[in-house]
């Protein structure tokens, strides 16, 4: 997303809650999330972004996701899951469909 002018605060500094939210453009429709754990990560990316996830394959980072909400994504998963996912796992499967197979891998050893 690219904006003409980055809105500014009165002591002007980036004003960040004037930012628009980050979409995924009209013309890229994506691949929905299956049912099962697809759907679930699909949900702790909408909830911990603030924006509806309809494509299993969006990147966390490029929706506005940064290290600390990848901390909070990991304990969310981790909890929900009854298994272990690692920060680093978020931060390496990026998208819905990556961090799904991660954590799916990381039950199995």
């Not at 960040?16 to 679930?40: F, I, V």
């Not at 990991?74 to 390496?92: D, E, I, K």
């Not at 990556?98 to 954590?103: L, V």
Request: hydrophobic letters at 40%; glycine letters at 12%; aromatic letters at 2%.
């Amino acid at each position: 997303m690219q904006l003409a002018e980055l809105p500014l605060s009165a002591n002007g500094k980036l004003d960040r809650k004037a930012l628009p939210l980050p979409t995924l453009g009209g013309e890229r429709s994506g691949r929905p999330p299956e049912p099962g754990m697809e759907t679930l990560v699909a949900a702790a990316f909408s909830q911990l972004l603030g924006c509806e996830v309809n494509d299993i394959d969006a990147d966390f980072f490029a929706l506005g996701g940064h290290s600390l909400l990848a901390m909070r994504l990991a304990a969310q998963l981790s909890r929900q899951l009854a298994r272990q996912v690692t920060p680093g796992q978020v931060m390496v499967a990026s998208t819905g469909g990556q961090t799904e197979r991660a954590a799916g891998r990381r039950s199995q050893r």
